[in-house]
């Protein structure tokens, strides 16, 4: 009963930044916490960052920390990723995801149980 359309993803240099969005419909988005996770070639999917309802509290995987901001904004119905100093193993199918199985700022994947359909970052040189 939720969905979630992720966006903002493309080619990118090293060192470079881009923007995802994460658009939301269906049951109150404010209700639950999200996360971003993502998926490269050949590899398991990762937690990346998450936030919490009402966007107070956030978690971030180590290697993003100080790159990567994760926002939301519950009026527009959309969360968000700002990536910057990106670098090439960042290269990874992103995926949006939403959870009303548990709060707070969850990092496990099956915690989720809406995910959107992702969108590709892929880093360049």
């Known amino acids: 009963q939720v969905q979630l359309v992720e966006s903002g993803g493309g080619l990118v240099q090293a060192g470079g930044s881009l923007r995802l969005s994460c658009a939301a419909s269906g049951r109150t988005f404010s209700s639950f916490p999200m996360g971003w996770f993502r998926q490269a070639p050949g590899k398991e999917r990762d937690f990346v960052a998450s936030?919490?309802?009402?966007?107070?509290?956030?978690n971030y995987v180590d290697s993003v920390k100080g790159r990567f901001t994760i926002s939301r904004d519950n009026a527009k119905n959309t969360v968000y990723l700002q990536m910057d100093s990106l670098k090439p193993e960042d290269t990874a199918v992103y995926y949006c995801a939403a959870t009303d199985l548990v709060l707070g700022t969850p990092a496990q994947a099956d915690n989720y149980n809406y995910w959107g359909q992702g969108t590709q970052v892929t880093l360049s040189s």
């Open positions: 936030i919490s309802r009402r966007g107070l509290t956030t």
